[in-house]
């Protein structure tokens, strides 16, 4: 089982320079999600969807976009890459159940370096 | 609003001793569930532990158990009998209210165990 994978897994951008993270489930999961990890920060939450065609801001959205065009991908867009979005990109997925244990599934992230 | 504290950054252990990670929370929710998830070194979110408010019992996954105390709004994970291999970082994370499933997260305590 492939359960969530992110491509790609390293990055190497110039401030400026445009990317997309893509991120595909095979879980049939409604719920996704794009989480940065920064060192000291934990997991903060940039954007997710809830459901194929709809998407919403997370806790820090500014310099991303999303996409979430078929209900197995995620997709997260840096349009003009800066330093401060150097960081450890997770991806991650839930079933739409609400309520009790509604672990999240996580991609193996995507280390990305703003010169 | 929702919170979530680790106050550790770091703790030792010693092989085959246990140990306790804490975590402390804050929500208004009535109804609301924590989660434990590990992060070696190689840098993947593995979940390892869930309790939901309303269950009667602490949660025990193998050497993995959950401290839940309701009153005090702590969800201190418990390994028992450490491993050379538990050592990684550590997140204690609850999902926001709504029907999202958003989690957000503890900075972590990096565990080390040492033989």
């Known amino acids: 089982n492939a359960g969530v994978t992110q491509t790609p897994k390293f990055r190497v951008l110039k401030t400026g320079q445009s990317m997309t993270l893509l991120c595909a489930q095979d879980?049939?999961?409604?719920?996704m999600y794009w989480y940065r990890q920064d060192p000291g920060m934990g997991l903060r939450l940039i954007h997710y969807?809830?459901?194929?065609?709809?998407?919403a801001k997370g806790e820090v959205p500014d310099g991303y976009n999303v996409s979430r065009l078929k209900k197995q991908n995620f997709l997260l867009g840096l349009e003009s890459a800066a330093p401060s979005q150097t960081s450890v990109y997770f991806c991650a997925s839930t079933y739409a159940r609400t309520g009790g244990n509604t672990e999240a599934f996580f991609g193996q992230g995507t280390r990305l370096t703003v010169v | 609003a929702q919170k979530i504290t680790q106050t550790q950054p770091g703790m030792f252990v010693q092989e085959k001793e246990a140990v306790t990670l804490d975590c402390t929370y804050d929500?208004?929710?009535?109804?609301?569930?924590l989660f434990w998830y590990k992060q070696p070194s190689s840098g993947e979110m593995i979940f390892l532990i869930y309790q939901g408010s309303y269950d009667q019992q602490n949660a025990t996954e193998g050497r993995y158990s959950l401290n839940f105390q309701k009153a005090r709004k702590s969800a201190n994970l418990v390994i028992s009998a450490s491993q050379l291999g538990d050592s990684a970082m550590y997140f204690c994370?609850?999902?926001?209210?709504?029907?999202?499933?958003?989690?957000?997260f503890g900075t972590g305590t990096l565990l080390a165990v040492q033989p």
């Open positions: 994370a609850m999902p926001l209210p709504g029907a999202t499933n958003k989690l957000i």
């Open positions: 929500t208004s929710d009535p109804s609301y569930g």
């Open positions: 879980m049939n999961h409604e719920y």
């Open positions: 969807s809830v459901g194929e065609g709809t998407t």
